[in-house]
């Protein structure tokens, strides 16, 4: 079983660009960068270094068949469709998506997931060093890889087979995609009342720092935690007539169930 | 008009400990804490050199009568009774609440409100450096004082009024309890499957410091911005029977609203 060197990743959006420099920068060779728009390999091309350039290939069937593992990082939307014009039935191939199961490939041979649980900007490639890797694979050989793999870019692999994954991918949702909207209404709240949004930063920040040193249900504070009725009131009679009152109540509510 | 010197910290809780301790490494005096309770007095000590710990009061009748400014830390819905029994009724007196107003002090000569914007926990005083500190005073002189100490203390010092602070504190309950609130749900969803919930982490901070650099709409991502109506089916499938279904559902809408 040789472990993978020569590394082909499909797509270059967010994803793409933070594993094509995380593979360059540990030693691997980037082969080639596939996407249908140019533009887009030749952004990602930005961030790896000039004498690491890979092959950029936007024609799906002329895919480089020397490759020991083919990363497919696309919308999830997209993935069905990309998967089944790979001309690569008897090749490793992955994709990284958290919330699709690992069947997506039933017809290939080599097969598996390698899904790094972050959110990604194109502009700002994180490092993917403290990135939890969730790996699955078809079969125990094809795992192993991809362990090694993943052990050569990030500190945190583990694996997850489908059903743990979506939960996972679920939990994330909570924990980013609804944080991250909270945040934004309480930016439309201050900037409504010419505030400095930024004045939020410290605290925002502070709150996802305490619940890596202890449980969030212990980290909770607020009107709502303590049971401030008075707080409470006060702060629904600001929010009357805004449409941020309903989100307002529910989660009040919730966190007054919780205890 | 003197510069503020010599402080009393009326509480010992988690704010009272972090404003003690930034006291004292800036050169104040503290010359006194006060609360019913020694040992909490004794616990805020723990955080302080041991060449500079204040004078222990218990009896709120006996506070010392020499300090320039008396700095009253208590929870919200004790902090009526607390003023009313302070024996300072021609000194400076201000409190830390996001929440409750100036007026508060009706009765007193010289009053205000210092806000530190932050959460606070004992375990761990963190730096008021990075801590925006809001000011309001019932005089322009008094607002000066305070807004000196407020930058000797940290590097972010704003005037706002009672109104303002009102609902900056709206705001914060949004960004830090009610996303505090989401990662105990994230929390309760992973360990339920027996995911280590510590998986997440990385992507709770990631979240939090995306919006340091793009305001929260910008950074927005997850099934709802997409329109992702599959995945999102999906996920409410796994939330059947689940008290977290509600949630999802409203701020999944409200997402896929904001366009």
Known sequence: MTPIKRISIIGAGNVATSLSKAIVNKGFTLIEVFSQKKENIAQLCKHLPKNCL????????????TADCYIVCVKDDALA?????????NKLVVHTSGSIGMDVFNGFARYGVFYP???FSKENPISLKEVPICIEANQPKTEKLLMELG??????????????RET???AAVFACNFSNYLYSV??????AQHIDFSLLHPLILETAKKIQLQPPKAAQTGPAKRHDKKTINKQLQLLKNSPHAEVYQLITQLIEQQG
């Open 186 to 191: 309480a930016e439309e709240i201050t900037t």
């Open 151 to 164: 052990h050569h870019l990030s500190e945190k692999v583990v694996q997850l087979n489908s059903q743990q």
């Open 168 to 170: 996972l991918h679920l």
């Open 117 to 119: 649980l972050q959110t």
């Open 81 to 89: 469709t990309v998967i089944e014009a790979l001309p690569l039935k």
């Open 54 to 65: 890979p092959k950029m290939t936007t024609d799906i069937k002329q895919l480089d068949q």
